[in-house]
């Protein structure tokens, strides 16, 4: 068996910065509990994120010694190949760094891959999820990656699979753009539309909903329209609204008739904050809205074209939102207000109760050292 590990970068902590405070880029991977499954890999992460991943796989760490030939990826690339390789290289995919082929040494995340530049470049098929606003454009990869490397989904029709249970009524499936993978029908509100490329995790409750070209991870409670996005899970949108180009975090409620904007009147280029002050181009004309873990929003509630929301916000009075909505925020008809430490915990503790999760210290602690580091006082 080849070693292999997969380690956070800094340029990836930085890529995915709305949601890395709470999570390790391994987890923003989303074939991370396959790639686990299925490459037995080591898995380096920050010190403070080790609790996360410790019920997943026990070779975790923030650092690693090697001692013999180990293949080093960023944890948001899935490596298709392990080539036989005699000497050292610097790994890359499409010309953009994803790793380093080591024989021997010391790493610690964050990691950084440019101190191997000057060793000779290896080509190596996969795909790599380099910025957050690119997943929208890569599900239809990524569904076809979990068929790779799942190959327990049984073929129902031409394009179609399940692992477990059988079709219900009330279901219209249409895969002429890409196939359609269904971990479990755990239960289902008729009419629901799933149109391919499509991936749907396990306890995913599908409400009346219009579903296509997504990546729909555990635990979600879904109706409404969606259309090229991510959803990380335990998240509900039970109501109608429509999430389009979007990537949902954890933990998080949409009100009923919660709508993303993904395209401009003048058919532009959509650019994304990253900070309060900087946005960056997209590329893109169609792009949603980044959801960071833990943020609410009321009923009605409109959000523009790459609006960023961070964690611990709570959107409110039936507003259209925009740019970027910073950490541990209330917004509503009287502009913003600070949100208290101790009631953000609170509800976020409800909210994970209700799914029978306890929230662990070490979360509670990683909240509370994200809110320190915000400035503000409990």
């Not at 080539?83 to 950084?112: C, H, Q, W, Y």
């Not at 993978?181 to 306890?203: H, N, Q, R």
């Not at 792009?287 to 009923?299: M, N, R, Y």
Request: aromatic letters at 12%; proline letters at 4%; hydrophobic letters at 40%.
């Amino acid at each position: 068996m080849m070693n292999i590990i997969f380690i956070e970068t800094k340029k990836g902590i930085k890529n995915f910065f709305f949601l890395t405070e709470l999570n390790s880029t391994f987890e923003l991977n989303p074939l991370y509990k396959i790639l686990i499954k299925k490459l037995k890999p080591k898995v380096v992460v920050r010190k403070e994120l080790i609790f996360k991943l410790k019920n997943i796989t026990p070779y975790i760490s923030d650092r690693a010694i090697i001692k013999k030939e180990t293949f080093v990826f960023d944890s948001l690339f899935i490596p298709f190949e392990f080539p036989s390789l005699k000497k050292e290289k610097l790994l890359t995919n499409k010309g953009k760094i994803i790793g380093v082929f080591l024989k021997r040494g010391e790493i610690k995340a964050p990691f950084d891959f440019e101190k191997f530049k000057n060793l000779e470049a290896k080509e190596i098929k996969g795909i790599f999820i380099e910025t957050f606003h690119e997943i929208p454009y890569l599900i239809g990869e990524l569904v076809e990656c979990v068929l790779r490397f799942d190959k327990n989904f049984k073929k129902v029709r031409k394009n179609f699979y399940i692992k477990k249970g059988k079709i219900p009524n009330g279901i219209y499936i249409n895969t002429e753009d890409g196939p359609i993978l269904i971990e479990e029908f755990a239960k289902i509100m008729s009419p629901v539309t799933l149109k391919g490329p499509l991936y749907i995790g396990k306890d995913v409750h599908l409400l009346r909903t219009f579903v296509k070209d997504s990546f729909l991870m555990d635990v979600l409670r879904l109706g409404g329209e969606i259309d090229s996005s991510l959803f990380y899970g335990y998240s509900n949108k039970a109501h109608e609204g429509y999430i389009g180009h979007s990537i949902i975090g954890k933990w998080v409620n949409l009100g009923a008739l919660t709508t993303t904007s993904d395209l401009k009147n003048t058919y532009s280029e959509i650019r994304v904050h990253i900070s309060p002050q900087k946005r960056i181009g997209t590329g893109k004309i169609k792009i949603g809205a980044f959801i960071s873990d833990h943020v609410q929003t009321g009923i009605g509630t409109l959000l523009s074209s790459g609006t960023v929301i961070m964690p611990f916000c709570n959107l409110y009075g039936g507003l259209l939102f925009k740019g970027f909505i910073e950490p541990f925020t209330w917004w509503g008809p009287d502009e913003k207000e600070d949100y208290n430490l101790l009631k953000a915990i609170e509800v976020a503790e409800k909210m994970m109760k209700r799914r029978k999760i306890k929230m662990e210290k070490e979360y509670k602690e990683l909240i509370k050292k994200y809110y320190k580091k915000n400035k503000r006082t409990p």
